[in-house]
Nanobody
């Protein structure tokens, strides 16, 4: 049972990346999936999450209008499309699964290993 985040890399300011969070050993059905990030020297913070049913999403103010979270249950994968990236988006990004996620607390059920996003010219 694991989550694997991928898709990070180096991108210039204003660029885009799409992160993927693939589940193995279990189905993402029934779980909220969240994206969190931790910048060097800072606490981990919630970025966006998508509900298990209905597909509604919630994003932090800092990424609203730039980041979009989506899920493809047929592929057992959740995505984070990040557009208009800024240097302050530089962080290690993690995905997490939990029956109920909020951006203000750390999920308990399952975390994936992070993927590093660096926004720099």
């Amino acid at each position: 049972v694991q989550l694997q985040a991928s898709g990070g890399g180096l991108v210039q300011p204003g660029g885009s990346l799409r992160l993927s969070c693939a589940a193995s050993g279990f189905s993402l059905d029934g779980f909220d999936i969240g994206w969190f990030r931790q910048a060097p020297g800072k606490k981990r913070e919630g970025v966006s999450y998508i509900k298990s049913t209905g597909g509604s999403t919630v994003s932090a103010d800092s990424v609203k209008g730039r980041f979009t979270v989506s899920r493809d249950n047929s592929k057992n994968t959740v995505y984070l499309q990040m557009n208009n990236l800024k240097p302050e988006d530089t962080a290690t990004y993690y995905c997490a699964a939990d029956p109920r996620i909020t951006l203000s607390s750390e999920p308990d059920y399952l975390w994936g290993k992070g993927t590093l996003v660096t926004v720099s010219s």
